[in-house]
């Protein structure tokens, strides 16, 4: 199973973001692109079931991805489905302690009328986030991960074994178009105002981080990085 190189764009974007899809990059928050520790990912985008997933020293092994599964639920004059996505791995880095993942996206969407006069709605948020993670550092107990739909954006939290929560935040910003994108292409995870790593799942994707980050807590957002890869934020759309 294969993923478009391109992520889908907001209509009014449509047409530029199309011509430039091979080069289109996430707009980085200020002055973190001139400093930022970045490497290419392989295994993302085009994506195939169990691949691992790569960038710089950190791997995600042990892949272990069902298919997204939809079912509906009867609900007198309307649609409504629910569609769910699990998945599993261990990210690995040499000379620091493996982080094992458990995933779960799902989304609900009620609609009404048929193909030519249709209405739907994104119902997520009435029955929990949209992504649930839970990050076990060898040595800790399990950390959430969570990410829900908030208007034409995402957003969430990472809790860390050290004690610290950080802000998940979705990017729709496009570099070199003042245009939004219409989901997220990308994600900043955020200590207070400052972002410590970047996701970008635009085409290939690419992760960056701060510099200052030390080896086991950049091996830790790596790891929650590698989820907000995997993750379709179109799910049920």
Same mark, same amino acid.
Do not use: H, K, N
């Given at each position: 199973m294969s993923r478009s190189a391109c992520r889908p764009f907001a209509v009014a974007a449509a047409t530029l973001a199309m011509a430039a899809c091979t080069t289109a990059q996430v707009r980085l928050p200020p002055g973190f692109a001139t400093a930022a520790v970045s490497y290419e990912v392989s295994g993302h985008s085009p994506r195939r079931q169990g691949e691992p997933v790569r960038f710089g020293p @950190?791997?995600?092994?042990?892949? /272990?991805?069902?298919?997204?599964?939809?079912?509906?639920?009867?609900v007198p004059g309307f649609d409504l489905v629910r569609s769910a996505k699990p998945v599993a791995y261990t990210l690995v880095a040499r000379d620091q302690s493996p982080v094992e993942?458990?995933?779960?996206?799902?989304?609900?969407?009620?609609?009404?009328?048929?193909?030519?006069r249709r209405l739907e709605i994104d119902a997520t948020a009435l029955a929990g986030p949209l992504l649930a993670c839970g990050l076990k550092l060898d040595g800790f107990e399990p950390r959430p991960l969570v990410l829900? /739909?908030?208007?034409?954006?995402?957003?969430? +939290?990472?809790?860390?074994?050290?004690? +610290?929560?950080y802000a998940v935040r979705g990017l729709n910003g496009l570099v070199g178009s003042p245009l939004p994108?219409?989901?997220?292409?990308?994600?900043?995870?955020?200590?207070?105002?400052v972002p410590v790593a970047v996701v970008d799942v635009l085409n290939a994707g690419r992760v960056h981080f701060d510099p200052?980050?030390?080896?086991?807590? +950049?091996? @830790?957002?790596?790891?929650?990085?590698?989820?907000?890869?995997?993750?379709?934020?179109?799910?049920?759309?």
């Open positions: @950190y791997s995600a092994l042990e892949m /272990r991805e069902g298919g997204t599964l939809s079912w509906g639920v009867p993942v458990q995933c779960r996206s799902r989304a609900w969407t009620l609609g009404r009328g048929d193909a030519d829900s /739909r908030q208007g034409g954006t995402l957003q969430g +939290r990472l809790s860390a074994p050290w004690g +610290r929560d994108l219409g989901v997220p292409g990308g994600y900043a995870i955020v200590d207070g105002d200052a980050l030390d080896a086991e807590r +950049r091996a @830790y957002f790596a790891a929650a990085a590698t989820a907000l890869l995997l993750l379709d934020p179109e799910l049920g759309g």
